[in-house]
């Protein structure tokens, strides 16, 4: 496993106990030692003031695990079996939960001070500081050192550019910093909460926050229960699956299959219907005097564009994203089956939940758990290759340049020039507004992808980096 820091490891860790004890069937009955057992007294706490912190924070996230977010808590006192029994016999996840959202213990309320004096300040004669504050905020002690009024400061930077010996540090607050649109904010208390009319569920925040108090709805357990129940259920796994596992695609459906979904579909298999789709849209709006068209298959910028672009909609594609067209024949091949997506982000939980032929949504992380506690062995698996078949070109969708490649092939001109927007941070998130509010763009059409790479680095695939573009290159090539 490749995990970018400790806490998505911890998580992935957590994930994989609960499953085991589910798989055991030791679950209401050990689940409320859970917390003691991974944080005994003897433990030094990590990042917390004591153990029993640990064990409040251990709590939430176990709830989280289980499906569940702040607002079920209607009582702290309310044990874990509670909810284990209640997420037992549930049949469907309320569309009202959160699709991200903060765990209130284990949010660690960082200050929110953007710039700081440190003990590298000389008192220097120049005071470039206090030359360029434009708020007076900046002062000196008996010792001739800077130091920052932060009740005056307006963390517009001009100290920390000037200083000559970088003494004076930009301190961000880490999910807010990582968020692009400023969904996340401190309510009175100084713990953040996600604005779900803001969130575009890009998931930077999940990865960003140091003390993993962001989570994303989960839905393991439910999926398992179905399977276990005999339940009909069928996995539609995203082209990005060809990055994710150091095996080859093959042997991936087959561990799907050995877990028990009865049918795996590429999702590369909707993607050819897009590529269509979105071929024959860019056709039409060039031929009706548009000057440019984005795609449209990357949930999370749908989402900015709905919530802080909305003048980018008349230049976006309305073609359904290759999980939109896959659901709507899995449930057609299936009429009374389960229908799985899995992916490497949270956005795409959001689009499952606005898709009647959508059921759950898991993420490779959470799927990599589920194996392992199986004890599934991806090189032992019996390939197993859908009926369904996709071409190189819709498998390609999971890379950066991958949909803009596929759609100029399908048009047939080979001069077609595309703009790649790989990464909505806040400098892309701005030449998106200028292009729509102007009309004007370089090219002729826009690739939009959240994530720097595209899904292949998604917020929850458990590969990533140069391992991954290795990995889907390889399999990639399979596909020619």
Partial sequence: ???????????????????????????????????????????????????????????????????????????????????AARMMERKDISPDRSILSVM???CSSCVKINYEVTNLCRGCAARPCYNNCPKNAIDYDREDKAYIDHDKCISCGRCHQVCPYHAIVYIPVPCEEACPVKAISKDQYGIEHIDPQKCIYCGKCLNACP??????????????????????????VAPSVLAQFKQPVEKV?????????????????????????????FKEKLEEGAPF???????????????????????????????????EYARKKHPDAVNVFIAPCASKKA???????????????ELDAVLEVMEIDLKDCEPFTPEEHA???????????????????????????????SDLNKKNIAALRAYAKT??????MIEVMACPGGCISGPCACNEGLAAIRQFDTELKKKE
């Avoid at 962001?214 to 069928?234: G, M």
């Avoid at 499952?352 to 992380?365: A, H, K, L």
């Avoid at 390609?396 to 020039?417: E, I, R, S």
């Fill in 293 to 327: 068209m984005t795609t449209s298959c990357c949930s999370a910028y749908v989402q900015l564009a709905r919530k802080h672009i909305p003048e980018i909609k008349p230049y976006m594609s309305s073609t359904g994203s290759p999980m939109y067209y896959v659901a």
């Fill in 104 to 106: 209130d213990d284990a």
């Fill in 439 to 444: 009309g004007k763009c370089p090219t002729r």
């Fill in 211 to 236: 003390f993993g108090a962001i989570f994303d709805n989960c839905a393991v357990f439910d999926v398992l229960n179905r399977i276990r129940k005999d339940k009909q259920v069928v996995a539609m």
């Fill in 391 to 421: 071409g190189h070109d819709a498998h390609g969708f999971a890379k950066t340049g991958g949909v803009f490649t596929a759609v100029k092939n399908m048009v047939g001109d080979p001069t077609l020039q595309g703009t790649i927007v």
């Fill in 253 to 281: 459906f087959g561990a799907l299959r050995a877990i028990g979904f009865s049918d795996v579909l590429e999702v590369a298999y909707g993607a050819e219907a897009t590529i269509r789709h979105e071929a024959e849209e």
């Fill in 351 to 365: 689009e499952g939940r606005e898709n009647p032929n959508v059921d759950f949504v898991w993420t490779f992380r």
């Fill in 1 to 83: 496993m490749a995990y970018n820091n400790n806490i998505m490891f911890i998580r992935y860790q957590l994930l994989a106990q609960l499953v085991k004890m589910w798989k055991e069937g030791r679950l209401l009955e050990e689940i409320d030692k859970l917390p003691v057992k991974l944080h005994p007294r003897t433990q030094k706490p990590v990042g917390r003031c004591c153990i029993y912190k640990e064990r409040a924070v251990t709590k939430y996230k176990t709830m989280a695990m289980m499906g569940f977010d702040m607002t079920d808590e209607t009582d702290e006192t309310e044990s874990l079996s509670t909810y």
